[in-house]
């Protein structure tokens, strides 16, 4: 049995979106900027993929910019802000501990250049609260930029209180909404959102394409410059394929959303309960305000490339923030951030799930995760220190 | 999985030599829980030979696979060969192993290094400290 439990990183295309794709590669291949029929046919397909999203969103179609993915988007709307900001000689940006690298990059560029960042502390439930954005704001903040959901541990911010204290405090508000897009309801209107971003692979829609939602008169800089599409503010050729998978990836996900979320947050909730009678073991990440399919734990005197290596042998495909995955020497920032020590963040495990995910492969996941961490704990002379009471467990 | 060779993935699908030894002869533990991996390594020595070694392990797939093949290297050898073995030879054996993932065999010729000097301090065998690494000052903890 192979199970794709990985769905946070990225997923597998819906039919419906290859579908919506397939018709731009060789019959409706016009450019969009071209004045003839061909091109013409391009465009009218570009128009209809953003009046799409923009539904999806909340928002105008002309509030929709398409970009590259995720990332580019984060990186827009961040220096977007900034730059605005120091016109009026605003240079501070709230933001949080456990954001994405497309966020804190950026932010530490800026920091760089003279900026001021406040992290907000996520040690408490895992997550934060509006109390803390609206204590952090100064007369000088220039950007809130707080994610809807995190990739890692799956806690779901308090978006809509957030947008309100930012819309009082008149300071911009920016969401990378890259897990929560096409997983939970969003209204950028309702929810007083100014920017925000996702990612078409995450909904099962294409990769390398995404969107940045910027409210209608927010200034925003280029980071490509070239041309005129996108009014003017992403330079390029358009992505006319991804750009319609990804719209018909949303949709289909947006209409669905109520028969499926709950169907996979009931798989997510069998196997946090399941997992958390490992001994030793710790759920990360906020349990009430949780993405639907997001799976964490912390398996104490165990690493999680093994594990992960183990897992795969049995067909489970996940991930893990331990630092032997990631190429550095430091397991997951989200992980120490939320308060884990090095020696339990080098044993977590996360499980992504999808609508696409079943019961039985929750099952299987259930009978050889415990037999896996068990085994693993067998060989590991930290485990044996635990049980001989040579080292204190933390978990 | 592309990231290792087949050696690797046949030493950490497989160890060798796991578990301990309850009378060993000399133990030796390199790297810290923080920095994500531990090497246990147990010997038992008869005439200057090691007769027989186990090994525990907290770490990635090649942490394990480089413990299993080092502790197959040495089996079986005199002292003196194994205190030749060195972390290129480990690599060597299992294929190679990606470049982040180096300090793994360096961490298993340590930590069979580090079990000789116990069984030289228990037995008051003379030695030059230079021969004998110091782990827990090395570059990739820090």
Known sequence: ?395 | MALYSEAVMDHFMHPRNVGIIEDADGVGEVGNAKCGDIMKIYLKIENDVIVDVKFETFGCGSAIASSSMATEMIKGKSIHEAMTLTNKAVAEALDGLPAHKLHCSVLAEEAIKNALKDYYDRNGIAYDPKEFPDCEHCAHCE
């Open chain 1, 1 to 395: 049995m192979r199970v794709y439990a990985d769905n946070a990183a990225t997923t597998a295309m819906s039919q419906k979106a290859v579908d919506a794709m397939t018709p731009y590669f060789r019959n409706i291949y016009g450019n969009p900027s071209s004045l003839h029929s061909v091109g013409q046919e391009a465009k009218e397909a570009l128009d209809a993929a953003r009046a799409s999203v923009a539904r999806c969103l909340g928002c105008e179609p002309r509030e929709i910019i398409f970009t590259s993915g995720g990332s580019e988007a984060d990186n827009q709307a961040i220096l977007s802000a900034a730059r605005y900001g120091a016109r009026k000689k605003k240079k501070h940006i709230i933001s949080t501990a456990f954001e994405h690298h497309a966020v804190l990059h950026t932010l530490q560029k800026l920091e760089r250049e003279g900026y001021e960042v406040t992290y907000l502390d996520v040690k408490k439930n895992h997550n934060i609260t509006a109390q803390q954005v609206r204590d952090a704001i100064r007369p000088d903040t220039c950007l809130v930029t707080v994610m809807y959901a995190n990739n890692e541990i799956g806690s779901v911010l308090p978006i809509a209180e957030i947008g309100a204290i930012c819309k009082e405090a008149g300071v911009p508000f920016h969401t990378e909404a890259v897990q929560a897009a096409g997983h939970l309801h969003i209204n950028v209107k309702e929810q007083n959102i100014d920017m925000l971003s996702l990612s078409a692979h995450k909904f099962h829609g294409p990769k390398g394409v995404g969107a940045l939602y910027v409210r209608r008169g927010f200034p925003l800089v280029n980071l490509i410059e070239g041309g005129a599409q996108e009014r003017g503010k992403r330079a390029g050729t358009e992505n006319l394929p991804g750009i319609c998978g990804m719209a018909a990836a949303l949709q289909d996900a947006c209409e669905h959303m109520d028969e499926n979320m709950p169907r996979v947050a009931a798989m997510r909730d069998r196997l946090i309960e399941g997992l958390s009678q490992i001994p030793h073991s710790a759920l990360n990440g906020d349990r009430e305000n949780r993405l639907p399919g997001n799976v964490s734990f912390c398996f104490e005197g165990i690493e999680g490339e093994s594990l992960l290596l183990l897992l795969d042998a049995h067909g489970i495909c996940a991930s893990s923030g331990s630092a032997c995955t990631s190429g550095s020497l430091d397991p997951s920032h989200v992980l120490l951030a939320i308060g884990r020590v090095h020696d339990v963040a080098h044993g977590s495990l996360r499980l992504s799930l999808s609508e696409y995910n079943t019961e039985e492969e929750i099952d299987h996941i259930l009978t050889v995760v415990p037999q896996v961490v068990s085994y693993l704990r067998s060989i590991s002379p930290v485990w044996r220190d635990l049980q001989t009471g040579k080292r204190q467990y933390i978990l």
